[in-house]
Nanobody, 128 residues
Framework: QVQLVESGGGLVQAGGSLRLSCAASGRTFSIYAMGWFRQALGKEREFVGAIRWSGGTNYYTDSVKGRFTISRDNAKNTVFLQMNSLKSEDTAVYYC?????????????????????WGQGTQVTVSS
C-alpha cells in the first residue's frame, strides 16, 4: 500500500502562486508515476499533470502549460505542483495520485483509471 498526503492548498488572488506538496509513504518503491488531478464543484475530475518517478518528460493539460510545473524529491518521496499565474478557473480540490503500472499499461497517465492510490485532496481557491 501507498499513502499519499497533500498539503499547500489555500486561498490566493488571481495572478498569485501556490505550491502543493504530495508526500508518499509505504511501498513507495512500487510507484512508477505520480499525477495531479483536480475537481471543481459540479465537474468531473480533470487531469492536471504527471511525472515519472524515475524522471523524463512531464505531462500537462493544455490549460496549465507554462503556468504549472511538477517536480519531485525522490529522497523525500515527495512530488510538488508549483502553480503560477493562477486564474479563477483553477479553483478546485487538487488530488495527487500514484500509479504502479509501467510503460506497458493500457491506460495513459492522463487517465484517472491509471492510478492506484489517491490522496485526500487539498482545496485551492483563486479569487478574482
Amino acid at each position: 500500500q501507498v499513502q499519499l498526503v497533500e498539503s499547500g492548498g489555500g486561498l490566493v488572488q488571481a495572478g498569485g502562486s501556490l505550491r502543493l506538496s504530495c508526500a508518499a509513504s509505504g511501498r513507495t518503491f512500487s510507484i512508477y508515476a505520480m499525477g495531479w488531478f483536480r475537481q471543481a464543484l459540479g465537474k468531473e475530475r480533470e487531469f492536471v499533470g504527471a511525472i515519472r518517478w524515475s524522471g523524463g518528460t512531464n505531462y500537462y493539460t493544455d490549460s496549465v502549460k507554462g503556468r504549472f510545473t511538477i517536480s519531485r524529491d525522490n529522497a523525500k518521496n515527495t512530488v510538488f505542483l508549483q502553480m503560477n499565474s493562477l486564474k479563477s478557473e483553477d479553483t478546485a480540490v487538487y488530488y495527487c495520485a500514484a500509479s504502479r503500472a509501467g510503460p506497458a499499461a493500457t491506460t495513459t497517465l492522463t487517465s484517472p483509471y491509471r492510478y492506484d492510490y489517491w490522496g485526500q485532496g487539498t482545496q485551492v481557491t483563486v479569487s478574482s
